[in-house]
């Protein structure tokens, strides 16, 4: 396999997340159904497809928050299937959630942190109890949370309420915590969900600034095609809980049984 960096084809390594034939039933439902997928350095990969497709499934498999039925989730070769999702955050997956999930009455800079507190896991947090280092690890958490704030156009807000802010930046704010946790593959799930036009434009030009400055991997569940057809070098395409389609943009474009789920979708909405 060849991965792309900086534009330029590298040769094949070890997949910084790989899903290895997921399935995933809820008693008489199947979401998922055999999904595998490679995320390699510095890809950023486009998840698509119609409501109820599995792409939020394919994520809380990724990230952990839901065990497979069956197949496997490794980090650069090694096991992460069944772990709590805070060993896969420490193995570098972070996410973002389809709804907002901040804590309102803590401040920006709070919540941030809270995403880096999360990857040095409780150990961590324990020695923050009273131990000279305590204000240094404290310090370093902070000078962390606040270097993503800025990634993501915050800083200047850190002291505010995390629920006193606007819709987007909030949306913002849940991309600088995934940050926080220093993670090498970024899985955002529709961070455009409920944003206007101009919202999404300025969106679209910070993940594309995030994923050149940070160099990370970024998969992307995303509604918003031309999102997705702008910022991503390869899109999957699930229907019905199964991968019908990989491939470049312009390749997805054209592919037929990816315009008849799509047809098809609209076709059932419009008989519903
Ligand atoms: N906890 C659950 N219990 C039962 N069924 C579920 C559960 N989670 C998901 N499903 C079902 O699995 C299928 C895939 O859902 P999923 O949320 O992964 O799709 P999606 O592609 O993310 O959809 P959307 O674009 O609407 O968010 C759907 O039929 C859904 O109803």
Same mark, same amino acid.
């Given at each position: 396999?060849?991965?792309?960096?900086?534009?330029?084809?590298?040769?094949?390594?070890?997949?910084?997340?790989?899903?290895?034939?997921?399935?995933?039933?809820?008693?008489?439902?199947? $979401?998922?159904?055999?999904?595998?997928?490679?995320? %390699? =350095? #510095?890809? &950023?990969?486009?998840?698509? @497809?119609?409501?109820? !497709?599995?792409?939020?499934?394919?994520?809380?498999?990724?990230?952990?928050?839901?065990?497979?039925?069956?197949?496997?989730?490794?980090?650069?070769?090694?096991?992460?299937?069944?772990?709590?999702?805070?060993?896969?955050?420490?193995?570098?997956?972070?996410?973002?959630?389809?709804?907002?999930?901040?804590?309102?009455?803590?401040?920006?800079?709070?919540? $941030?942190?809270?995403?880096?507190?999360?990857?040095? %896991? =409780? #150990?961590? &947090?324990?020695?923050?109890? @009273?131990?000279?280092? !305590?204000?240094?690890?404290?310090?370093?958490?902070?000078?962390?949370?606040?270097?993503?704030?800025?990634?993501?156009?915050?800083?200047?807000?850190?002291?505010?309420?995390?629920?006193?802010?606007?819709?987007?930046?909030?949306?913002?704010?849940?991309?600088?915590?995934?940050?926080?946790?220093?993670?090498?593959?970024?899985?955002?799930?529709?961070?455009? $969900?409920?944003?206007?036009?101009?919202?999404?434009?300025?969106?679209?030009?910070?993940?594309?600034?995030?994923?050149?400055?940070?160099?990370?991997?970024?998969?992307?569940?995303?509604?918003?095609?031309?999102?997705?057809?702008?910022?991503?070098?390869?899109?999957?395409?699930?229907?019905?809980?199964?991968?019908?389609?990989?491939?470049?943009?312009?390749?997805?474009?054209?592919?037929?049984?990816?315009?008849?789920?799509?047809?098809?979708?609209?076709?059932?909405?419009?008989?519903?």
């Amino acid at each position: 396999m060849i991965f792309l960096i900086g534009g330029c084809l590298q040769p094949s390594a070890t997949p910084l997340l790989e899903g290895r034939s997921l399935t995933r039933r809820f008693g008489g439902v199947t $979401a998922l159904t055999d999904y595998s997928v490679t995320v %390699g =350095p #510095g890809e &950023l990969l486009g998840l698509i @497809g119609p409501n109820g !497709a599995g792409k939020t499934t394919a994520f809380n498999l990724l990230t952990g928050v839901l065990k497979p039925t069956d197949g496997q989730v490794l980090s650069e070769g090694v096991q992460l299937t069944g772990k709590k999702p805070e060993e896969y955050a420490r193995a570098g997956i972070a996410r973002t959630f389809q709804n907002i999930r901040l804590f309102p009455e803590l401040s920006v800079l709070e919540n $941030a942190a809270a995403g880096c507190a999360m990857r040095r %896991g =409780p #150990g961590w &947090l324990a020695t923050m109890a @009273g131990l000279p280092s !305590a204000a240094r690890a404290e310090n370093d958490i902070h000078e962390i949370a606040a270097r993503q704030l800025a990634e993501v156009g915050l800083a200047d807000i850190a002291d505010h309420k995390a629920g006193s802010l606007p819709y987007g930046h909030q949306r913002k704010l849940e991309i600088a915590r995934a940050l926080a946790t220093e993670p090498k593959v970024l899985l955002l799930d529709e961070p455009a $969900a409920g944003m206007n036009p101009s919202e999404t434009a300025a969106l679209v030009d910070m993940i594309a600034g995030l994923h050149e400055r940070l160099k990370i991997s970024i998969i992307l569940v995303e509604h918003d095609m031309r999102l997705v057809m702008r910022l991503c070098q390869r899109i999957q395409v699930l229907d019905r809980g199964k991968l019908i389609a990989e491939g470049a943009p312009a390749d997805i474009r054209a592919n037929e049984a990816v315009v008849t789920a799509y047809l098809g979708t609209r076709r059932e909405r419009a008989h519903a």
